[in-house]
């Protein structure tokens, strides 16, 4: 109710509860028309200073011209103009260069994080932890290894290795045997290691080959990690790993990315940035 106004004496609509309670005709207070009137002219100078009203076929532009869109392209700009200092740089330079020069290398690792997220997280993980069945980025160890340019080789032509499913040449017995060898992180105790040709990737001391992107299978660092991890050792001996004759070998290709999918530029910074993720080499 309005200031030095007595509810009592006010005239009523007419609509009255429970016999004494009315609903008076009092003017509104002085800070609420207040306030009501500063919001419509609020309003009306907005509506003239920015694009608001619409037409038939367009809208009032405002005064002043400014959009979102314009907003959008002069921070761009404006972000643009400072990346330049390095973006300039990486086209001539190698991936090696980038990462012996420590201003340009940490700006690599911070704008490659995009590139990560659009191109690699959804197997690699967001951290490069790995998703179920995807190798860990974020360790020391390297299938392929870790040197920056074996790095770019992988993200430019992608990794396809084979390993040989063994389960029509070993029987139940041997394959336990080998997977209990494996296990315990001495894969040559036993001497079907070498007679039944594992050597022949995974080396005579059973610590891989970065030639044929074979495990380490002494070090307890697993490709296809798992709950029951001796169940998945088995698997992987019985059916191989993209061994085209059998329906159940493991899938572990990496597409490549050279070419149409990214630019040599954009291979340099995921290489950088994975390289720092582990540690590289």
Same mark, same amino acid.
């Given at each position: 109710?309005?200031?030095?106004?007595?509810?009592?004496?006010?005239?009523?609509?007419?609509?009255?509860?429970?016999?004494?309670? !009315?609903?008076?005709?009092?003017?509104?207070?002085? #800070?609420?028309?207040?306030?009501? $009137?500063?919001?419509?002219?609020?309003?009306?100078?907005? %509506?003239?200073?920015?694009?608001? #009203?619409?037409?038939?076929?367009?809208?009032?532009? %405002?005064?002043?011209?400014?959009?979102?869109?314009? =907003?959008?392209?002069?921070?761009?700009?404006?972000?643009?103009?400072?990346?330049?200092?390095? =973006? @300039?740089?990486?086209?001539?330079?190698?991936?090696?260069?980038?990462?012996?020069?420590? =201003?340009?290398?940490?700006?690599?690792? !911070?704008?490659?994080?995009?590139? &990560?997220?659009?191109?690699?997280?959804?197997?690699?993980?967001?951290?490069?932890?790995?998703?179920? @069945?995807?190798?860990?980025?974020?360790?020391?160890?390297?299938?392929?290894?870790?040197?920056?340019?074996?790095?770019?080789?992988?993200?430019?032509?992608? !990794?396809?290795?084979?390993?040989?499913?063994?389960?029509?040449?070993?029987?139940?017995?041997?394959?336990?045997?080998?997977?209990?060898?494996?296990?315990?992180?001495?894969?040559?105790?036993?001497?079907?290691?070498?007679?039944?040709?594992?050597?022949?990737?995974?080396?005579?001391?059973?610590?891989?080959?970065?030639? &044929?992107?074979?495990?380490?299978?002494?070090?307890?660092?697993? !490709? &296809?990690?798992?709950?029951?991890?001796?169940?998945?050792?088995?698997?992987?001996?019985? $059916?191989?790993?993209?061994?085209?004759? @059998?329906?159940?070998?493991?899938?572990?290709?990496?597409?490549? &990315?050279?070419?149409?999918?990214?630019? =040599?530029?954009?291979?340099?910074?995921?290489?950088?940035?994975?390289?720092?993720? %582990? %540690?590289?080499?």
């Amino acid at each position: 109710m309005s200031d030095n106004t007595n509810p009592y004496s006010a005239p009523d609509t007419g609509h009255v509860w429970d016999d004494n309670l !009315r609903e008076l005709t009092n003017d509104p207070p002085k #800070w609420w028309m207040m306030g009501f $009137h500063a919001s419509w002219i609020l309003v009306l100078v907005y %509506g003239l200073i920015y694009p608001s #009203w619409p037409m038939l076929t367009t809208h009032t532009k %405002g005064l002043t011209g400014w959009t979102q869109i314009g =907003e959008y392209k002069k921070d761009l700009a404006a972000l643009d103009k400072k990346r330049a200092k390095y =973006e @300039d740089q990486l086209p001539g330079m190698s991936a090696a260069a980038i990462l012996a020069d420590d =201003e340009l290398k940490n700006y690599v690792v !911070r704008s490659a994080k995009v590139l &990560f997220g659009d191109n690699c997280a959804a197997c690699h993980g967001t951290g490069g932890q790995g998703n179920p @069945d995807f190798p860990v980025l974020a360790d020391d160890d390297w299938l392929y290894g870790g040197d920056i340019n074996t790095i770019v080789t992988s993200i430019t032509n992608g !990794r396809n290795g084979i390993m040989t499913a063994h389960g029509g040449t070993l029987s139940e017995a041997q394959i336990n045997e080998l997977a209990d060898a494996v296990m315990a992180g001495n894969p040559t105790s036993t001497p079907l290691f070498a007679s039944k040709g594992c050597t022949a990737c995974h080396g005579a001391d059973g610590k891989g080959s970065n030639l &044929f992107g074979s495990a380490n299978l002494t070090d307890g660092i697993w !490709r &296809f990690a798992a709950k029951d991890q001796r169940a998945s050792v088995v698997y992987t001996i019985t $059916h191989g790993v993209n061994f085209p004759s @059998d329906p159940q070998t493991r899938n572990a290709i990496m597409p490549k &990315f050279g070419g149409t999918k990214l630019t =040599e530029t954009d291979i340099k910074k995921l290489a950088v940035y994975v390289h720092a993720l %582990g %540690g590289g080499q």
